[in-house]
């Protein structure tokens, strides 16, 4: 009987053994379920703040360009009647421009998005309208240049100047006025 007792004992255990499993088991998946709900409230709360903040900033933004269309024209004859400094426009080069260079032997490409910036409508519709001309010159410019040196920030930065004083050479030869005041990299890829 002694035996028997003993089997009792052994299947109690074994009842208990799988009781605290399947109970171990039921907490791991509440611990899941909770992770789970906690991401989704977060990426809801965080999705929520995100669409606030940019209905806002479009509303902002609406209202200030109303401003601005009703005041342009009075705040413009103030400017030029007192001299003072007009807003930056800006104008994208697009498509971005692409060289190729052949360093040791090896093929090796330039990416750069340009944007220039001009002070007024004007400079920038100097700009759309000799844009081939812009163009053109800014492809040469890139593909006279030495790769290696286009690597180092003080090269792009006299890249950037020798694409500046270019434009300023067209538009001014053009226009009679240099027109745009500085030339930015929008996006700058060297493979």
Do not use: C
């Not at 003072?84 to 090896?106: C, I, T």
């Amino acid at each position: 009987m002694a035996k028997k007792g003993e089997e009792d004992d052994v299947t109690e255990s074994d009842e208990e053994v799988a009781a605290k499993a399947i109970e171990a088991a039921a907490r791991k998946k509440k611990m899941v379920m909770l992770g789970v709900i906690g991401l989704v409230l977060l990426l809801v709360a965080g999705g929520g703040t995100w669409f606030a903040l940019g209905m806002l900033s479009d509303k902002g933004e609406a209202s200030a360009e109303a401003k601005t269309d009703e005041h342009a024209p009075a705040e413009a004859e103030k400017e030029e009647a007192h001299g003072e400094h007009k807003a930056s426009e800006y104008l994208s080069l697009d498509p971005a421009f692409l060289a190729n260079y052949q360093v040791a032997g090896r093929a090796h490409y330039l990416q750069v998005s340009i944007a220039v910036m001009g002070r007024d409508e004007a400079a920038i519709s100097a700009v759309r309208t000799h844009m081939p001309l812009l163009r053109n010159r800014i492809v040469m410019l890139l593909s006279g240049e030495v790769f290696e040196q286009l690597q180092s920030d003080e090269g792009r930065v006299q890249l950037q100047q020798k694409i500046l004083t270019a434009i300023q050479e067209i538009l001014k030869k053009e226009t009679g006025k240099p027109q745009i005041e500085q030339v930015y990299f929008t996006a700058f890829v060297m493979q």
